[in-house]
């Protein structure tokens, strides 16, 4: 089992196993040296410009901080401005009267003022909802986080496919162009009575097959050029991907549970639980009592109280029957904060499981290529060497096609384990956690 092994090391890893990993540089021409060179990383950047999930994810955090804003209402005193006209059907033949009665009497009645309310005691609810909408705000950037590590994935696994396309490309033409000259070859040996007309015909019904997985092949690499131009924003007309040494490094399976609990997506739920923690404190907190400070001062008053410029009350507010709704509602946010547990835990099983996973398939990746990297190898000499028996009439021209037909079948295998060992060695970071270290400008 994986967590039973100690360590694994690649940089450890045969000269051979080096050779399969090592970039296989194209052939330089004129129109190569006027191209930029695009990197995966690079690729990734311009990817988190055109983003829509990421920017949702950006808007998911402005959102946070709004909320979190709008928790300080129970901290923060309001004050506000009134200005107030009355009027009111008054008998207009009535005498003035002073004192109270000449407040019943007045016809017209302005007043400005300043109303201040100030929350004393809410049940702590006020410290709960700023914590929470503490943990809201967390919430979202580790989601903005993990949002850009699969974004990653994404690029990476259209800019693997595109290199992998051209590289197909390229060994199809070698196994056409090996093929023409096959039948070359036949065109002489046939003209001086050493081969036959069906040979010739055989090795002709290769070459149309192998210019039929061509016109595939091409097609291939121009939808996974079209998708990785989706993901950039721009063309890559004026682009050369550059097909770069994975970094080797070395793992330890017995810190992958630290790594599982410090991944963005784990914490995120970790903070949803959090939330619903303070949810249900601020829920409970219905149950106490409220103790609000209220006061006034007054710029304009008329009547008997025109002589006092301010007021100050304080209000506690019991709640005695409004228990049913309370407790309806503590139920249900005591239920939400079990879910949220549950997510949570299930959210750290399923990263280290994810982590696991991407670990094994990494070693498979790497196995897997070195024994195609060798098997190519043997596959070319053995071609080499059929070829050049036949020509001393040692093999016939069956043999000598089935060993083209092989070299290309391994060579094909041989360029998809190349790159999935690559795309196994980012998943492996991204299940880490660890992939936009580093990464970003």
Same mark, same amino acid.
């Given at each position: ?51 829509? @999930? ?189 097909? +770069? ?15 599982? +609990? ?84 299930? @959210? ?21 290529? #070195?024994?195609?990297?060798?098997? #190519? #190898? ?32 391994? +060579?094909?295998?041989?360029? +998809? ?25």
């Amino acid at each position: 089992m994986i967590l039973g092994l100690t360590l694994i090391y690649f940089a450890s890893v045969s000269l051979e196993a080096v050779e399969i990993l090592s970039d296989v540089p194209e052939a330089v021409t004129s129109e190569t040296l006027q191209k930029r060179k695009l990197t995966l990383l690079e690729a990734y950047q311009l990817a988190l410009k055109q983003s829509e @999930a990421v920017a949702l994810s950006v808007e998911e955090i402005h959102q946070a901080r709004a909320r979190f804003y709008r928790a300080f209402d129970y901290v923060l005193p309001r004050v506000d401005y009134i200005m107030s006209h009355t009027e009111r059907d008054a008998p207009h033949n009535a005498a003035p009267a002073g004192g109270i009665g000449g407040d019943f009497t007045r016809s017209v009645t302005p007043e400005n003022r300043f109303t201040f309310i100030q929350p004393l005691f809410s049940g702590f609810k006020e410290i709960a909802a700023l914590q929470g909408s503490g943990a809201d705000k967390k919430q979202q950037l580790l989601n903005w986080r993990r949002a850009k590590e699969l974004l990653f994935i994404d690029v990476m696994d259209a800019y693997y496919a595109v290199l992998q396309a051209k590289r197909n490309v390229k060994t199809l033409k070698n196994s056409r162009q090996l093929g023409r000259d096959r039948l070359k070859e036949l065109d002489e040996r046939i003209k001086v009575g050493r081969s036959r007309e069906t040979e010739k015909q055989t090795a002709l019904a290769d070459l149309r097959l192998v210019e039929s997985d061509l016109v595939q092949a091409e097609s291939l690499l121009k939808t996974s050029q079209q998708l990785l131009e989706f993901y950039i924003g721009e063309s890559l007309e004026a682009r050369v991907l550059v097909d +770069e040494k994975i970094p080797f490094e070395t793992f330890v399976p017995s810190e992958f549970e630290k790594k599982a +609990e410090a991944r963005a997506d784990v914490q995120a739920a970790e903070q949803r639980y959090i939330l619903a923690k303070k949810e249900l404190f601020i829920a409970r907190a219905d149950l106490f009592p409220t103790i609000t400070a209220r006061g006034n001062y007054f710029t304009k008053r008329v009547g008997f109280q025109s002589g006092d410029d301010w007021d100050v009350a304080v209000e506690l507010n019991i709640p005695v029957f409004e228990w049913g709704s309370i407790w309806g509602n503590i139920r249900a946010a005591l239920a939400t904060r079990e879910s949220k547990r549950l997510l949570w835990q299930q @959210a750290r099983r399923s990263a280290l499981l994810d982590i696991q996973n991407a670990f094994e398939d990494l070693d498979m990746a790497h196995l897997n290529a #070195k024994a195609l990297w060798r098997a #190519k #190898k043997a596959s070319e000499k053995n071609y080499q060497l059929v070829a050049s028996d036949y020509r001393v009439n040692l093999v016939n021209n069956l043999e000598v096609l089935d060993a083209l037909r092989r070299l290309q079948d391994i +060579e094909l295998r041989s360029n +998809e384990a190349h790159y999935q060992l690559k795309k196994s060695f980012w998943k492996f970071k991204v299940a880490l956690g660890e992939v936009l270290e580093g990464v970003e400008t």
